[in-house]
């Protein structure tokens, strides 16, 4: 630690040189004997001496500048903007690029290039939190904070200096004048006369070319201030040029004769004569400006524009530039002001005649009067102004006078944004110039006039300054004849000699000339009753006797030129004794007495005397006597007299007179006691330190009761007085030791008073007054003991080096003791009746140790402050609590606080051990406002520590973060008094913790996680705590939540929020800036100049050059409307009550919103890394196992990874924490990967995912880089199957989040963008090429993937898995897509739906939960469609998930052999899954459901359906794997209802079979599609499978309907009526072709190639599953081109069609993978026709019949087949074929084989008709007689044709 001290290299004072208005020097000869006067000795010493100001007093901050703040880009799915950042800053240009930071750097290794922050990832967050920290304003807000006062200043200073003065006849005689400050309504004179004068060019003296500046002073802007000017010339000569010339209306110059005699004339004559007045005011703006008109331009400094009619000037700003164009010599804004309105003067006037509205008008003087008028920086006390922050501050507006003029508002500014107005052409200075450092000359030069303001002697105020002069007014003297008098003014010591010389007192008006002996007046010319209008200042001895005094000598002067020049003639004389007339105010009258006798004044004298004028008093003058010397207050007079006599002991020794003007010093009346309050002051505790006890108590009492009169009764109401304050910081000395030091005696006094009244004394209403006064006496305690301190050490110190604490002696240190004590039991006695003064009394304590800290040994004080928490200790009364916490509050905000010892020297920082104590105890109090406030001092504390520009260092920082460390413990110990805090306090509480936490080494650090497990846990959730409270909620999530989080209203009268995460004291600052920002909007000429860059560090004072003189257009700022838009809206939104902080946040200014918005967004990011910094720390620590903590969970680390993922984090996080996960994987991987740690693991993929789906790149490619990483943990750590089914089920549920679909303009879906993402991250992820570069560029090892972590030895990384994981989930994420994208078709298209469904649901096969999940959805939507046997199906897959995941676990009832039946039933139910059953078991997800139980349950569901369907075969076999589990268990009873379902479903197949219309399950049909708006369908075929009811017409219209809907205006929909091949070239483009065509299932064995027709009754034979996945149909065909032919030309095609899978499936279509056809010729048709019916008559007859019951339905089925075959009618089928082959052409064309084939063929049909015909007659009855006669007609008929053909027919049958 560095211990430069606040205090300059052990300069703890600084003396501040006075500067005396008028340089009075005191008469010589009376400076000698003021040693006779002890009290003239104080006075003088009092005035003269420098003020002597502690350095340390108020505390001396120095900051470094504030951190600045980049964007951070919080990034949403569907945003980027970051590049729209890094383009903005691109098109800025190349210019400013080179400084422009915004563009987060593409690299990602922004944090480990920079080498200042080279152990941090991000700014602290501390700077975010507080971004305008104001230590000044922090402090001023402590309960009884002490104000730094300036010595009293009055408002402004304006200088006046005379440019020139020109005549419209010309200039050739001298002119003088006088101006002074004149208040037009009182009718007084504000100060004295400025005496100027201007010569013509032919008189001027070369060498005085500089004419002085007269400056005045003056307490604020009024109206009715105005110069008065009055000019003066030489008394005009009788018959000379009269001063009418000046005066005439036609311009006519000054002819040469007329020049020649005024030059003459004014050479030789030294009188003057009054000529000519104006009036300026100074502020005038009350006559409005007639808008529209070009208003004349008023006064100088008025605030607006705005006519007047006292002068018609004009004047333009102008701006001093001197050569090197800085500013010449003013920081104010000087004006040039042109007087044209000077009236010419007439005989008798007086300044009140000028006033008065019915005086005669005087004549104007056609001349011009050029004045420069400036204002100054604030009057003599500048350059103490200059405060600590190093700006300075304008105390010199005074609260009162803010009002009087608005366009003088503060603003909130740097100094250097001095507003520039638009529209007026004043040039401001820049206030900096003379602001800038104390060394800097002061604004005026020595020649200047500094005018005496006559108001400082009737001002309730202390005298600061040593000024003893009489002013003497002569008004009029009154004669009986006309004369031109004239009065000389003197002073004289006695009255003895006439002759002896006067005393040189009489102020001289030309500068820089010595004090003369007389002065004279004007010359009145020719009057009988003569006015002056002069002022005379004479210079006064320090004590006067009865002798000294004014002596009047009137003179008559002849103003004719003969001989020689002109001789005065003495008329008479007057005088005025000083002692008896020096304090009137009122007129006096005196007699002119003709001679003077010696001892004219003396009674005995005066009847020698001779008067004119019978005696009459015709002289009349006033006197103003001002002086800081002699008071005119009687009773002071004899306190001064009396203490003179008892410091010189010529007073009787028991000094009783003493006591009495002591105690009569109540009486004295406020303005007199306020302006000898310093000397009284002074010589009071002269008499308290050296005095015997009677005096010194008489002496503390009365001043006891002074400061309390002095605080009641001067205006200033503030709790500490302003007058006194400036008293003890700037007045009070030990005078370099001339007087002893005060607070020995003055505890001692204080000490005994408190005692008497602690045993119980009345010591009367004194106390409570002494302890209103209390804080006075303790500063003067402490500024005695200061002064002797430095005193003591000055002379022997090195330079350099501080001023050692000084030990007080055991004596005066025991009183001081018992003095404290006393207080102390004052404060705590009275807080409980809760008097507001107990507060006050606290605070005055606090900051007696604050003041003692610097200047005794610590350790003493610290006796001070355990005596006060002994007093105050543990959890008081809230009352009692506030005290306490504010007393620490001061003590600890001493500059040296850091650096403190402890008690013991073994001890930290005493203070803060304390400290932390005290505000931990608060939080766990009742009292919630205290609890804020607390942790609100903490979080002061420590931004103070961070901005302060002495504790920069490395080091410096974590000594102060060990100081606050055991905070840290002591919240981990007792966490419910944390989790109690509100919000805003937890807040602030964290921010604490983090700024700590930051600072420390991590061997610190360590220690809070190595006690317990349990409290390391609790360590990281506060920093969880962290991430929750300063997440950044973007504006649009904060419109949602409004402020609902804690709604405002609840909080109490809280301080509107503009921000709740931002620190309370930012509210504030915005309220504050908001409201300067409306303040100026209202001069709306200028936009915000103040509220753009505040620099958050600077207390916001006004700017350098106090008023803004500026002159705004007034139809700008009209009255009538007095504020704006912007205004009124803040104003209604602060009236009502807990106005959401949303609503707040849009009345700001933009530019402060946006500021808002920053130090938001910067805070919630330091946060982030700031945790991230410390959870990196932690696994390097866990790592080493060297702390407690459940490393078979590592919970800490998992839980604020998950909270890291789930908020909201801006880019500059992803981009550093990705390297963290890293080396977090690689450290802990086997732990994370764990089975405990799946749902971490199941949250972090689901995060990973989410990120990969952003917009923005670089988030997007960091996401995939940490996919990336956990498939290279899984490699080692686990298997990866278990990874990809964590994966998967993180897809399924990213994708109910993420908007995977969005709309078209023309209302249909596409895929999203971010879907598109996905995809694109996905395949990124298994992009082998890419990745080294990726790694790269976001800040990791380019083989971070190859790295083998420890233990490991061979490398298991490979891509291939890789790819096909990444593979797998992009089919998941297809077939999310394509569900979505089915939208509204969904109802539509029943089909696709179903397809969509069962993607899903294989999509998701590797987790068995979503692979059940979306079959049952599948299954409900065949339930719906009445697709029975798929829904079946459905069920039936789901058992088999089930089924095989408790095969593969052993446990259950089944074997493989159960699966494989299964398996028939439902070939989807295969081996893959089994595989992975087990590793899907992820927490929520896997074993929990795959029970027998539910197993059963799906299976007896598909049974049902089977039924539905009446698929009964799948029923039996499926009730067969039901039967082992209710064996295994023994329920009999639910075996009995197996058995008789079984029983039910094995008659209903024989039902079924015996049914004589074969039974069908369904019809399929074969469907193409053509056509680009079918989209993935266009060219595809399909199979259908459509219930058995369903006709070719039904499912062509229910496609049709289906696809009519899709297409739009330009396509329309055709059906291909015939079954030919397509060929899909050849179809026109703008139409959509389905063709469809019924099918026949293929049987397994079935002979394809055979050319008989198939019946498919003859399958039917066997119960067999009915699983079919091949189909085929015939299409006739002429080889000719014609359509039909005759059979001879009749071809035929077979197609056999091969589906993907068998009916019945888990959907109704299934695609067309391969289709084959063979071509029959037509003889083969006609042979494969006749076979066709011969089998399906041997079929009949070879039947084997079960019992002899069923003849019935055998006959039925005979009699149709033979009827088709023999009757007559019908004979077309086998004569036709006779007819086309065996006649004639053809009959050559065929190949002989062919005609055996065909030959053999029918006479085997013949046969087994004949046989048929047989079998007929055994069955038939009576009533088919008829019918058998007509079959052995039909046959005998066909025989006999036949032989036709085939001769050998006859002989075979």
């Not at 201007?198 to 004419?211: F, R, T, W």
């Not at 604004?443 to 202390?462: G, K, V, W």
């Not at 109490?1052 to 504030?1068: C, Q, T």
Request: net charge negative; glycine share 6%.
């Amino acid at each position: 630690m560095d211990g430069s001290s606040g205090a300059s290299g052990g300069h703890r004072f600084r003396r501040i040189p006075r500067q005396s208005l008028a340089h009075l020097k005191l008469d010589p000869l009376i400076d000698e004997n003021l040693e006779q006067w002890p009290h003239l000795n104080e006075l003088v010493q009092c005035y003269r001496a420098d003020w002597v100001k502690d350095e340390n007093k108020y505390g001396h901050y120095e900051s470094v500048s504030p951190p600045s703040f980049q964007n951070q880009i919080f990034e949403g799915p569907d945003t980027d903007i970051e590049t729209e950042t890094r383009l903005a800053n691109a098109r800025r240009g190349k210019g400013e690029d080179a400084t422009d930071d915004d563009a987060p750097s593409t690299s990602g290794r922004q944090y480990t290039d920079a080498t200042d922050v080279s152990k941090h990832f991000g700014i602290s967050p501390l700077p975010a939190y507080e971004p305008a920290f104001d230590w000044e304003n922090e402090r001023s807000l402590t309960f009884g904070q002490r104000l730094s006062e300036t010595p009293m200043s009055h408002g402004l200073k304006i200088s006046v200096k005379v440019l020139s003065l020109s005549f419209q006849a010309g200039l050739v005689e001298p002119f003088y004048g006088t101006i002074c400050l004149y208040n037009r309504e009182r009718r007084e004179k504000l100060s004295e006369d400025f005496y100027f004068r201007v010569l013509p060019a032919e008189m001027q003296d070369a060498k005085i070319s500089y004419e002085p500046r007269g400056m005045f002073y003056l307490d604020a802007p009024s109206a009715s201030v105005c110069l008065l000017i009055q000019l003066e010339r030489p008394a005009t000569e009788e018959s000379g040029v009269t001063p009418s010339v000046y005066s005439r209306k036609e311009p006519v110059h000054l002819t040469e004769r007329e020049k020649q005699k005024l030059q003459v004339w004014s050479r030789i004559m030294p009188y003057r004569e009054s000529f000519a007045w104006a009036i300026v005011p100074l502020f005038d703006n009350s006559i409005g400006a007639v808008s529209g008109g070009s208003a004349s331009p008023s006064s100088p400094l008025a605030p607006s524009v705005s006519g007047s009619s006292s002068h018609e000037g004009v004047f333009e700003p102008i701006s001093k530039i001197t050569l090197d164009g800085k500013l010449g010599y003013s920081g104010g804004s000087s004006v040039i002001v042109e007087i044209s309105n000077l009236n010419k003067v007439k005989e008798c006037y007086t300044e009140e005649s000028l006033q008065d509205p019915k005086r005669k008008v005087h004549k104007p003087v056609k001349g011009v009067l050029r004045l420069d008028i400036e204002k100054h920086q604030t009057a003599h006390a500048d350059l103490e102004n200059i405060s600590e922050s190093g700006s300075v501050t304008n105390d010199s507006i005074d609260p009162g006078d803010r009002a009087t003029d608005l366009t003088f508002s503060k603003c909130p500014s740097n100094g250097s944004d001095v507003p520039q107005t638009s529209n007026s052409k004043w040039s401001y200075g820049d206030g900096k110039e003379i602001s800038g450092n104390g060394s800097n000359a002061p604004d005026f030069s020595a020649d200047d006039f500094q005018a005496f303001d006559f108001r400082t002697t009737t001002r309730n105020e202390p005298f600061l300054q040593l000024f003893h002069c009489l002013y003497v007014y002569p008004s009029s003297v009154s004669l009986s004849r006309k004369r031109n008098l004239f009065i000389r003014v003197e002073l004289r010591k006695d009255d003895a000699d006439v002759r002896r010389q006067p005393l040189e007192a009489i102020h001289p008006r030309e500068p820089g000339v010595s004090l003369q002996k007389w002065a004279h007046t004007q010359v009145a010319v020719g009057a009988r009753m003569a006015y002056y209008h002069d002022e005379i200042k004479v210079s006064l001895p320090a004590v006067w006797t009865p002798m000294h005094h004014l002596l009047f000598t009137f003179f008559h002067v002849d103003l004719q030129t003969k001989l020689e020049a002109p001789k005065p003639v003495v008329i008479g004389y007057a005088a005025l004794p000083l002692s008896t007339h020096a304090q009137l105010r009122s007129e006096i009258s005196l007699p002119i007495i003709k001679e003077l006798v010696p001892h004219y004044l003396q009674e005995t004298g005066k009847e020698r005397l001779d008067y004119l004028e019978d005696g009459k008093n015709a002289f009349k003058l006033r006197l103003r006597l001002c002086s800081s010397l002699y008071p005119i207050n009687e009773r002071i007079r004899d306190f001064f007299l009396e203490y003179d006599r008892h410091t010189l002991r010529t007073s009787p020794p028991w000094g009783s007179e003493l006591l009495e003007a002591i105690n009569s010093l109540k009486n004295v009346d406020s303005t007199a006691l306020l302006q000898f309050l310093h000397p009284v002051l002074n010589m009071l505790l002269h008499l308290i330190g050296n005095g015997g006890e009677t005096l010194q108590v008489a002496a503390f009492r009365a001043m006891v009761n002074i400061l309390t009169r002095v605080q009641q009764e001067s205006v200033d109401d503030a709790e500490r007085n302003r007058f006194l304050v400036n008293y003890v910081d700037y007045a009070f000395d030990d005078f370099g030791g001339r007087q002893p030091p005060v607070y020995p005696g003055l505890s001692t006094v204080w000490g005994s008073l408190a005692r008497s009244k602690a045993k119980g004394y009345r010591v009367g209403p004194v106390y409570d007054d002494v302890l209103t006064m209390a804080w006075f006496f303790l500063e003067l305690i402490v500024k005695s003991m200061a002064l002797e301190q430095t005193r003591l050490f000055f002379h022997g110190l090195p330079l350099g080096e501080d001023i050692p604490p000084m030990q007080l002696r055991d004596g005066v240190f025991r009183c001081v003791m018992q003095l404290y004590d006393c207080l102390l039991t004052e404060v705590h006695e009275r807080c409980k009746k809760g008097l507001s003064l107990a507060k006050r009394l606290n605070s005055s304590l606090g900051f007696f140790c604050y003041d003692l800290l610097s200047i005794i040994e610590p350790r003493q004080v610290f006796e001070l402050v355990s005596l006060y928490l002994d007093k105050f200790s543990g959890v008081c009364q809230s009352v009692l609590h506030d005290c306490k916490l504010i007393f620490l509050q001061i003590v600890c905000d001493h500059d040296l606080y850091v650096e403190m010892p402890g008690r013991d020297p073994s001890d930290r920082n005493y203070l803060s051990s304390v400290l932390i104590q005290e505000v931990f105890l608060t939080w766990d109090h009742d009292d919630l406002s205290q609890r804020a406030k607390a942790a609100r001092i903490l979080v002061v504390l420590l931004c103070k520590h961070e901005f302060d520009a002495r504790y920069q260092k490395p080091e410096d920082k974590l000594y102060i973060a060990q100081l606050y460390f055991p905070l840290i413990g002591q919240i981990l110990d007792e966490m419910p008094v944390f989790y109690n805090l509100n919000a805003v306090e937890k807040r602030e509480v964290l921010i604490v913790v983090m700024e700590i936490v930051r600072n420390l080494d991590d061997a610190s650090l360590v220690k809070a996680w190595q006690q317990s497990i349990a409290r390391t846990r609790l360590f990281f959730k506060l920093m969880e705590e962290c991430l929750i409270l300063f997440e950044h909620r973007k504006p649009a999530d904060g419109m949602l939540l409004g402020a609902s989080s804690r709604s405002p209203v609840g909080e109490g009268p809280s301080s509107p929020k503009y921000s709740d995460r931002l620190s309370p004291s930012i509210n504030n600052y915005l309220s504050e800036a908001s409201r300067q920002e409306v303040r100026i909007s209202d001069s709306s000429s200028f936009v915000y100049p103040c509220t753009l860059e505040i620099s958050p560090m600077q207390p916001q004072g006004t700017p350098e050059n106090g008023y803004l003189w500026q002159r705004v257009n007034s139809q700008l700022s009209s009255p009538s409307q007095p504020y704006s838009l912007r205004e009124a809206l803040a104003q209604a939104q602060s009236s009502r009550i807990g106005a959401s902080a949303q609503a707040l946040r849009e009345s700001l200014h933009p530019m402060l919103r946006q500021k808002l918005e920053l130090w938001e967004e910067n805070l919630s990011a330091a946060v982030s890394l700031q945790v991230l910094e410390i959870t990196e720390k932690f696994c390097m620590m866990a790592a080493s196992h060297s702390i407690a903590t459940d490393y078979g969970k590592l919970d800490c680390i998992t839980a604020i990874i998950m909270s890291f993922f789930s908020r909201n984090q801006p880019v500059a996080f992803w981009k550093a924490f990705f390297p963290v996960f890293n080396r977090i994987c690689d450290l802990h991987g086997a732990t994370l990967m764990a089975r405990e740690n799946d749902r971490f693991l199941k949250q972090v993929a689901f995060h990973l995912l989410r990120l990969a789906v952003f917009r923005n790149v670089s988030i997007r490619k960091r996401a995939v880089i940490g996919l990336q990483i956990l498939v290279r943990s899984s490699f080692y750590f686990m298997q990866t199957a278990r990874l990809r089914v964590m994966l998967t089920i993180t897809l399924s549920e990213l994708m109910s989040d993420v908007q995977v679909t969005q709309m078209k303009s023309d209302g249909t879906l596409e895929e999203s963008g971010e879907a598109r993402r996905l995809r694109k991250s996905l395949e990124e992820m298994a992009d082998e090429a890419r990745s080294p570069s990726q790694f790269r560029e976001c800040g990791l090892p380019e083989d971070a993937l190859l790295a083998i972590p420890e233990k490991f030895t061979e490398n298991r990384w490979s891509w291939s898995e890789v790819k096909h994981l990444s593979v797998s989930l992009l089919l998941a994420l297809d077939a999310s897509l394509e569900h979505s994208l089915l939208g509204s078709a969904m109802t539509m298209d029943r089909y696709a739906a179903a397809e969509s469904f069962y993607k899903l649901a294989m999509a998701f096969a590797p987790v068995p939960d979503l692979h059940i999940m979306w079959l049952l959805h599948l299954c409900d939507a065949h339930q719906e469609m009445q697709s029975w046997a798929e829904a079946a199906q459905c069920a039936v897959a789901v058992a088999g998930v089930v089924m095989q995941a408790l095969v593969a676990r052993n446990d259950g009832v089944w074997s493989k052999d159960h699966v494989a039946a299964l398996r028939k039933i439902c070939p989807i139910v295969s081996n893959e899954i089994t595989a992975e059953a087990s590793a899907a078991e992820v927490e929520g997800y896997g074993a929990s459901k795959l029970t027998v139980d539910s197993a059963v349950k799906y299976l007896q569901l598909a049974n049902k359906l089977f039924s539905q369907a009446e698929l009964y075969h799948f029923c039996a076999s499926i009730l067969e794997l039901v039967i082992p589990v209710y064996k295994s268990r023994r329920a009999y009873g639910q075996l009995a209802k197996c058995h008789t379902l079984l029983t039910n479903i094995y008659e209903s197949i024989l039902e079924q079979e015996a049914s004589p219309i074969p039974f069908t399950d369904a019809t399929y049909y074969r469907v193409g599609f053509y056509g680009e708006k079918f989209g993935k369908l266009d060219r595809k075929e399909y199979v259908y499978r459509e219930p058995r009811d369903v006709r070719l017409g039904d499912i062509m219209e229910k496609l049709s309907h289906i696809y009519e809907s899709r297409m739009d205006g330009n396509h329309t929909l055709h059906i291909i009526p015939d079954s030919r091949q397509v060929k899909a070239e050849e179809l026109q483009p703008g139409v959509c072709y389905l063709q469809i065509t019924a099918v026949d299932p293929v049987m397994e064995d079935e002979d394809l190639g055979s050319r008989r027709e198939r019946i498919f009754s003859l399958s039917t034979g066997s119960v067999r599953a009915r699983v079919f996945d091949r189909f085929l149909f015939d299409t006739p065909f002429t080889k000719n081109g014609k359509t039909q032919g005759g059979l001879e030309d009749q071809w035929k095609r077979r197609t056999v069609l091969q589906t993907e899978g068998s009916f019945p499936a888990l959907v109704n279509r299934l695609l067309v993978t391969k289709s084959e056809s063979l071509e029959f010729s037509p003889v083969e048709n006609a042979i494969g026709m006749i076979e066709t019916r011969t089998a399906a008559l041997r079929n009949e007859l070879e039947e084997p019949r079960s019992s002899e019951g069923d003849q019935l339905p055998r006959l039925q089925s005979l009699q149709r087949i033979l009827q088709g075959s023999v009757a007559v009618q019908v004979n077309s089928g086998v004569l036709s074929v006779c007819t086309a082959f065996l006649s004639g052409e053809p009959a050559t064309r065929l190949r002989s084989q062919e005609l055996q084939q065909l030959i053999a063929a029918l006479l085997e049909f013949m046969a087994v008709c004949k046989r048929a015909i047989r079998v007929h007659f055994r069955l038939i009855g009576e009533e088919d007689q008829e019918f058998h006669t007509q079959l052995v007609n039909g046959f005998q008929s066909l025989t006999a044709e036949l032989s036709h053909y085939i001769p050998a027919i006859l002989s075979e049958l």
